[in-house]
């Protein structure tokens, strides 16, 4: 595969087209962001834990059924991807209260909801990725009615998955953030990464903070938090391949 020309530029990750029109080229970068760009640093190694942490996850999501954008990792920064037209929606899916769902709802953080809620947030940078419904999602021409309970569907399913992947290296699944793309055929697709940027992970013994809130929150680094949920997810795999 022939690494060619840019083809974006985001804030944790760029693209590049190869000799191949359906395949795209990714690099992750070492760069960290929170509050849509209000919080920037560079921070050496990040790249290479959310791409190998996001390529563990989207191979092991494969294997339960789930389909997605993931081909194959390239090296500790760089993976092969499908080439997806990315639908503007974040699908938020929430099992515990925390972050702006408590904040928006006057919940306290940790409270374990009854079901899972999905939530979808407009990417739209310029208007900081606000909050919408269904009939907004309509509306804008996103997405219709029928894909809205696909996407609704396969993030459910999808969160179901993670929460028993997580529970068996010890981290309980508080939430989560996926996109999802159309195919050539129109059929829709996870896409995007999985990672401890996207979920909101708590210790299953220590509740410590998982996650990017290690940054956001000002409370660590999250270079070794991250390298730690790596290092759990390897010796699981290591383990599956014992049996």
């Known amino acids: ?10 804030k944790a990750k760029r693209m590049f087209r190869t000799n191949d029109e359906s395949v795209l080229w990714v690099e992750y970068l070492d760069q960290v962001t929170a509050l849509n760009g209000g919080m920037k640093d ?37 993976q092969l991807i499908k080439k997806r037209s990315i639908i503007p929606l ?31 947030y407009y990417k739209k940078d310029e208007l900081n990725d606000p909050f919408i419904n269904d009939a907004h999602v309509t509306f804008l021409e996103l997405a219709t009615p029928v894909e809205i309970a696909e996407l609704k569907k396969q993030a459910l399913q999808i969160n179901e998955h993670l929460s028993e992947l997580f529970k068996k290296i010890d981290l309980q699944l508080v939430d989560f953030k996926v996109e999802f793309g159309r195919t050539a055929s129109g059929e829709i697709e996870l896409a995007d990464e999985i990672s401890p940027d996207t979920c909101r ?41 014992g049996e």
């Open 90 to 120: 974040e699908v938020v899916v929430r099992n515990i209260s925390a972050g702006s769902f408590s904040k928006r709802l006057g919940v306290e953080e940790g409270q374990v909801l009854p079901t899972p809620i999905v939530e979808f």
């Open 1 to 10: 595969m022939e690494k060619r020309d840019l083809l974006y530029e985001g």
């Open 201 to 241: 992970l708590w210790d299953l013994v220590t509740h410590e903070h998982m996650d990017k809130d290690v940054y956001r929150r000002k409370i660590g680094d999250i270079i070794p938090v991250y390298q730690e949920v790596l290092n759990r997810l390897n010796q699981l795999s290591i383990e599956n391949k």
């Open 42 to 78: 560079q921070m050496q190694g990040k790249a290479e834990l959310n791409n190998q942490i996001t390529s563990a996850i989207f191979e092991y999501l494969a294997t339960q059924g789930i389909k997605n954008h993931f081909i194959e990792k390239l090296s500790k920064t760089e």
